[in-house]
């Protein structure tokens, strides 16, 4: 039992979410398949919605949606290139298919309804470039599996868009199995449409030797909840997370960022970069762990808030948990407006404020963003995530 | 005597409620290099920002006109579009801001008579390259970011680099000397004298001579507690040397 107040109230549904609209819908997949979407769907139903008791839930408010609106789930449209399509031999059931480190009621529902999940399996020793870009309807469940076999190498970028601003749901799960020696550099763009409750996890596990940067960028949503962990479980394992945040108007991004250091001699660097206009509200909790004989751990967490608006609110919030010693942990956060004498500057060569803001804020996610990869093939990469993150920030001149 | 190019006329200003300029009065002509002077906390630094409409500077008396318009309400971009220009004492640094974007950026803003002047990719790199060499400044510079962990001397540079691109019809710099060894103030003096012709104004604040030995002002000023108390030809600032500013505020 939960006590009144403590708790989100349930998000209230439409009848697209029912077993029945499920079977219906899934009719012709393999049973095996079938019956993977059906007991997910029975885990939906009898998991409790997030409660505002949990810690982690307690900055987000699930009220304001309703989904009785919905009336199709699924029926996103996936493109991609340089991966598979999982889901239909079901030998590789076991195998294929990302697995939640913890399941929650969004991560059931992303299991019951998923479509066009993408496998992007490298093996021993190959190179790989995937995109995977995924435009959604008005609920739409992404599931990514990303596995890079001993010594491999890939980039995989993975955009989520939607151009809708109806009130929608995006319920997506990314796993990233990183083997030994192997190099991997993960960019996700979110830019979901402005009505859009987005729940969101993105899991990584990297063995010895292997090396991983994560490029997350939120643009879009009128909710995000994204949880980012990484488990580096063997010697030597190197991560690099960096997040590019932008929000407007009355936009929420809470994003939980977990490193678990398991394994000696393992180093991590976290580097969070947020913009927010309007009255956007952002919460970035950066968790690093450091287990029981993860002895010569090098971690360190920065993130940086700049703020807009007077409306505009930031909340950072920074934990170490390290059970061994001999390590070497830190962290950095800083919340603060527009620097005035750098508009200042900047105007006095002749830009407009709103000129001189942008640069400004250009400047603010530059360190971050140019760890997205480019040149080649991937050149539009980062000119695609810098525009994204500034078509949400620009459009307005100060004074003017 | 050419042009009037800037007239600052009984100008009052503010900054914080506390009165920093009272009642200055300065006129500058084209082909004409002005020196400033003054000790510390005189209000130098405080007339060339409130000149530019630094949003701290609040006029509460006076005007500046610039060109035959009154540029005194005007905000800080549109004046720098008709030709005025700071060179800061203190320029900040604009973190992940490359020097040849802000400066791509910043000539992308220049008016010639009201009209948006297009610059192609290659008049700005070969203008670029020029005046670099001019001021001895090498291409690493361009990648790194806008004062970004830059020395004393290399903002400096920066600065004027910026007023050689941008050809303003009037520079104000400010204690563009300090922080200078003897090399780089011959160079950054060397591209003043250049830069200063027959059609644009330059005026100078300084607390030393030093640089007075490079440039050659027509005019100084000597500024004392937010009021010009002297007035004079080069042969004040040597004055200066021996008389000091505050016997000289003591006999004006």
């Not at chain 1, 982690?56 to 340089?82: K, S, V």
């Not at chain 1, 008005?138 to 890939?154: C, G, Y």
């Not at chain 1, 993860?294 to 609110?313: F, G, V």
Request: aromatic share 6%; hydrophobic share 40%; proline share 4%.
């Amino acid at each position: 039992m939960t006590m009144p107040g403590t708790t989100h109230m349930p998000i209230p549904l439409g009848s697209a979410f029912s077993r029945e609209a499920l079977e219906a819908r899934f009719r012709d997949e393999p049973d095996w398949l079938k019956t993977r979407r059906r007991l997910a769907w029975e885990r939906f139903e009898s998991s409790p919605w997030p409660s505002r008791a949990d810690e982690e839930w307690r900055r987000t408010d699930l009220a304001r949606l309703d989904y009785r609106g919905i009336a199709r789930l699924g029926g996103g449209q996936t493109t991609m290139d340089g991966a598979a399509l999982f889901g239909h031999a079901p030998e590789s059931c076991e195998q294929a298919g990302p697995r939640p480190s913890r399941e929650t009621k969004f991560t059931a529902l992303n299991e019951a309804f998923a479509e066009a999940e993408a496998l992007v399996h490298v093996a021993p020793g190959a190179t790989r470039l995937a995109s995977i870009v995924r435009r959604g309807g008005e609920a739409f469940f992404p599931r990514t599996l990303v596995v890079l076999e001993e010594r491999s190498e890939a980039v995989v970028v993975e955009v989520e868009e939607d151009d809708s601003c109806r009130s929608g749901l995006c319920s997506g799960l990314a796993e990233l199995r990183v083997g030994p020696g192997a190099k991997l550099t993960y960019v996700r763009v979110q830019v979901l449409g402005e009505g859009v409750g987005n729940f969101d996890t993105i899991q990584a596990t990297l063995k010895a030797g292997s090396d991983v940067t994560l490029v997350v960028a939120n643009a879009g949503g009128q909710l995000t909840k994204q949880f980012v962990e990484a488990s580096l479980v063997g010697e030597g394992a190197r991560l690099g997370l960096f997040g590019l945040t932008a929000g407007a108007r009355s936009q929420h991004h809470d994003i939980q960022a977990t490193i678990v250091h398991a394994a000696p001699s393992t180093t991590s660097d976290v580097l969070y970069r947020t913009a927010l206009r309007g009255r956007a509200r952002s919460v970035f909790v950066g968790t690093i762990q450091v287990k029981k004989g993860a002895s010569k751990t090098d971690a360190y967490e920065a993130s940086r808030n700049l703020l807009l608006s007077k409306e505009a609110r930031a909340d950072s919030i920074p934990r170490l948990e390290i059970e061994t010693d001999d390590v070497r942990c830190g962290h950095a956060s800083a919340t603060g407006p527009l620097d005035e004498e750098q508009l200042f500057y900047l105007m006095s060569r002749g830009l407009t404020a709103g000129e001189a803001e942008n640069l400004i804020v250009e400047g603010f996610f530059a360190d971050a963003l140019t760890r997205a990869p480019g040149g080649g093939e991937l050149g539009w990469v980062p000119d695609f995530v810098r525009g994204s993150l500034m078509r949400v920030l620009e459009g307005r001149d100060r004074h003017g | 005597m050419g042009e009037t190019i800037l007239t600052i006329d009984d100008l009052h200003v503010q900054v914080e409620g506390k009165p920093i300029l009272r009642g200055v009065n300065l006129e500058v002509h084209a082909g004409e290099i002005h020196a400033v002077m003054g000790p510390n906390g005189a209000g130098k630094s405080t007339l060339v920002q409130a000149v530019l409409g630094h949003p701290r500077c609040e006029v509460t008396g006076g005007r500046i006109v610039f060109l035959g318009t009154d540029v005194t309400g005007m905000k800080c971009d549109e004046r720098a579009r008709r030709g005025l220009f700071l060179g800061f004492q203190n320029p900040v640094a604009v973190p992940g801001v490359s020097v040849a974007n802000f400066l791509l950026a910043a000539m992308g803003t220049r008016r010639v008579d009201g009209q948006p002047q297009k610059i192609s990719i290659k008049e700005f790199r070969t203008a670029l390259k020029e005046k670099m060499a001019q001021l001895g400044i090498g291409d690493s510079f361009l990648g790194r970011s806008v004062n970004d962990g830059f020395s004393g001397g290399e903002r400096k540079r920066l600065e004027v680099l910026q007023m050689l691109m941008l050809g303003p019809t009037m520079a104000l710099l400010d204690e563009t000397d300090s922080g200078l060894d003897i090399d780089a103030l011959k160079t950054v003096a060397g591209a003043v004298n250049r830069y200063a012709g027959s059609s644009v104004g330059v005026l100078l604040v300084t607390h030393y001579q030093r640089l007075l030995g490079f440039v050659k002002p027509h005019r100084v000023h000597v500024l004392v507690d937010g009021c010009v108390v002297r007035r004079g030809g080069p042969d004040l600032a040597l004055d200066l040397e021996s008389v000091g500013y505050e016997q000289l505020a003591a006999e004006a």
